[in-house]
C-alpha cells in the first residue's frame, strides 16, 4: 500500500502553464475501483500512509495539510468548505478536480483516487464477536445465598432490585436471569461494580467487591 506515485519536483521555474485557469473545485467525486476488495480499515490505513508520506516526496507540507482537509470536507458533501479551504492556501485546479493541482510557487500536487472517494468494491469489516454475552451452559440451580442491588438501565428507564444469587455463580449467568426476568432477549449488557467492567466467566465470589455494592 505505499506510495508509488511519480510526482514532479518543484524547481525554481513554475511547472503550472502560465495561461492555465483555476475552476472552482468541483463537487463530483472519482469512481473507481480496487484491484481487490478492501474494507474501511483498510481504506483508512492506506490514505493515512498516502498523506504521511507525501510531505517527504516534494511539495509543502502546509500545501498537503490543506489538500488533505479539502478532500474530506469535498467527500462529505461540503463543497463550500472545500473551496475555502482550497482558496486560504492560494491552491489553484486548472481541470477543477483535486487530482491534479498547483501551489502558489507553481509545484504540482497529485491525488490518487483513494484519497478522494471510496471504491465501489469496498466491503463492511466483520464486526468483532460479541464477548459479554455468554449463555450459560446448563441452568442455575444453586440455592441462593446472596442478595445483588442491581441497577438495571434499559435506555432511559432505570430499576433498582435485589437479586438473590449463589456467590458461585458467573456473572454471565446473572446477566442472563436478568434477561429472561424482564424479557430483554438478546440485549447485550454489561455489569459494572465499583468502576469496573465485570469478566462474564467471574464468580461473583471471585468478583471482589466489597459486600452490599451496587452492580449496575
Known amino acids: 500500500m505505499g506510495n508509488c506515485l511519480l510526482r514532479n519536483r518543484c524547481p525554481s521555474s513554475r511547472n503550472q502553464p502560465d495561461e492555465a485557469k483555476n475552476l472552482p473545485v468541483k463537487s463530483d467525486l472519482p469512481v473507481w475501483s480496487a484491484e481487490r476488495s478492501i474494507t474501511t480499515e483498510q481504506l483508512m490505513r492506506k490514505r493515512a500512509e498516502f498523506w504521511d508520506t507525501s510531505p517527504a516526496y516534494e511539495g509543502r507540507k502546509e500545501i498537503w495539510d490543506a489538500l488533505k482537509a479539502?478532500?474530506?470536507?469535498?467527500e462529505t458533501g461540503n463543497r463550500d468548505l472545500a473551496q475555502a479551504i482550497l482558496d486560504g492556501a492560494s491552491i489553484t485546479l486548472p481541470t477543477g478536480f483535486l487530482s491534479d493541482c498547483y501551489?502558489?510557487?507553481?509545484?504540482?500536487?497529485?491525488?490518487?483516487?483513494?484519497v478522494l472517494s471510496r471504491p465501489t468494491n469496498i466491503v463492511t469489516s466483520k464486526?468483532?464477536?460479541?464477548?459479554?454475552?455468554?449463555?450459560p451452559t446448563s441452568p442455575v440451580t444453586m440455592a441462593p445465598d446472596m442478595h445483588l442491588k442491581i441497577r438495571l438501565s434499559i435506555g432511559d428507564v432505570t430499576t433498582d432490585e435485589k437479586l438473590p444469587v449463589n456467590s458461585l455463580e458467573r456473572i454471565a449467568d446473572v446477566k442472563e436471569r436478568l434477561r429472561q426476568s424482564h424479557n430483554l432477549g438478546k440485549f447485550r449488557m454489561r455489569m459494572i461494580c465499583c468502576g469496573k467492567i465485570l469478566n462474564d466467566k467471574t464468580a461473583i465470589k471471585d468478583a471482589k467487591v466489597p459486600k452490599g455494592s451496587l452492580f449496575k
Open 70 to 74: 479539502a478532500a474530506e470536507a469535498l
Open 103 to 114: 501551489d502558489e510557487l507553481g509545484c504540482r500536487y497529485v491525488l490518487p483516487p483513494y
Open 127 to 135: 464486526p468483532e464477536p460479541a464477548t459479554d454475552v455468554i449463555v
